[in-house]
């Protein structure tokens, strides 16, 4: 056999074919060699060495404003941990009823708060619906037999795969301060977000009333890290007793430190949500083509949501690719692309649809569906 065809069949064979999350991606190549030339030589333990001291510098930069930064080895822990600085046992977290904190993270945040509320709030898209927030944000206060609304926490961007406009984050900040809510940010997929609204981190966070964000960094170029990164000083000193009492005061931070050192520098990190939001649109509109799919809603980062048929998730399914599919409702998909997704990754995708199709349908496949 040809040489060049056989390597392109094993290469068909072996691409990757999931689409679950963007934690199925491995690390960026920055990120590897950051972690690699740490590895030798000693540093001080417990984040009291040279590296955490640049990422603090270097996140301080990003923000444009002082910040106290806590690197963690989880999401759910940068929330919860972020929740409980600002939220008392007695206290509700007001956010989407959607949100990773109230479905996704088996109770870390009313166990790091030991025992605050989480009140959902509606809103389309995985936004909070603004009304909804003004209507909660004070209700009960003062009444000793109820939680005391305490807390908000937005998704940004959101697990719908929308993103909040900088209006829409300035208008619940309001709400936050004349209510005297400290607001959070689960920036899980932060960087997807900003790149989206191309604005400054500095616009969609503080700029916008946002107090503490949850910094991710793990779905898009590193091992596993994420920062709790905090405007509010006075916090500081909560967040460090927290994060050691969870256990997540790592001894060997220089290797946290590096990975976000590789992320950080040299744009990585926005180079990587841009590539893969551009996968997720790409994916839309192939698919868009394919006809018995509805896209539910245009991807603004890299999470795409889609009506299939029955038989095209099956189809798709047995041809090996991996997707969430009738979890939220019947014949509802999720599609997520990473920093590594790949063109062809995508086009495969298509293709594949495309060809389900053919024999669903009628004859005729849709001549430029990729
Ligand atoms: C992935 C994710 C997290 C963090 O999850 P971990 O598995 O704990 O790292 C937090 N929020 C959102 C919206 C996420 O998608």
Redesign the pocket.
């Known amino acids: 056999m040809d040489e060049s065809v056989k390597t392109m069949n094993e290469d068909k064979q072996t691409r990757p074919r999931g689409f679950t ?1 963007d ?1 199925i991606a491995g690390a960026s190549p920055e990120v590897i060699a950051a972690i690699t030339a740490c590895a030798s030589g000693q540093a001080v333990p417990y984040g009291n060495d040279e590296l955490t001291r640049t990422v603090e510098r270097q996140l301080a930069e990003v923000f444009e404003h002082a910040v106290d930064v806590f690197l963690v080895s ?4 940068a ?1 919860a941990l972020a929740l409980a600085a600002i939220t008392p046992p007695w206290g509700s977290i007001l956010s989407h009823a959607d ?3 109230n479905r ?2 088996c109770g870390a945040p009313e166990f790091y708060t030991a025992g605050a509320k989480l009140v959902q709030l509606p809103g389309g898209a995985g936004k909070i619906d603004i009304d909804a927030l003004a209507a909660n944000a004070t209700r009960m206060a003062g009444d000793i037999h109820s939680v005391q609304p305490s807390s908000v926490s937005i ?1 940004q961007a959101t ?1 719908m795969g929308s993103v909040y406009a900088l209006d829409e984050i300035k208008a619940i900040g309001h709400i936050c301060r004349s209510a005297n809510l400290p607001l959070h940010m ?1 920036g ?2 932060f960087a997807n977000a900003l790149v989206t609204l191309r604005c400054s981190p500095a616009e969609m966070t503080w700029k916008a009333g946002v107090d503490l964000v ?1 910094f ?1 960094a ?2 898009n170029g590193t091992f596993g890290v ?1 920062a709790v990164v905090s405007f509010r000083r006075d916090l500081a000193s909560t967040i460090a007793f927290r994060q050691k009492r969870a256990g997540q005061l790592s001894s060997k931070m220089r290797f946290m430190a590096a990975q976000m050192d590789g992320y950080l520098r040299d744009g990585v990190w926005l180079r990587n949500a841009t590539h893969a939001n551009a996968m997720a649109s790409a994916l839309a509109r192939g698919l868009a083509l394919v006809p018995g799919v509805k896209i539910q809603q245009r991807p603004e980062a890299n999470i795409l949501f889609c009506r299939l048929p029955t038989s095209l998730i099956r189809g798709l399914l047995d041809m090996g690719f991996r997707f969430y599919h009738d979890r939220w409702e019947p014949g509802i998909v999720r599609f997520v692309t990473s920093f590594a997704t790949t063109g062809a990754d995508v086009s495969d995708l298509i293709g594949a649809a495309t060809s389900l199709y053919a024999p669903i349908g009628s004859a005729r496949v849709p001549a430029g569906a990729e």
Not at 74 to 77: K, L
Request: negative net charge; hydrophobic residues 20%; aromatic residues 0%.
């Open positions: 999350s934690n989880t999401g759910s822990a929330n949100a990773h904190i996704d993270e998704t697990e689960d899980a997929r949850s991710g793990t779905k994420d």
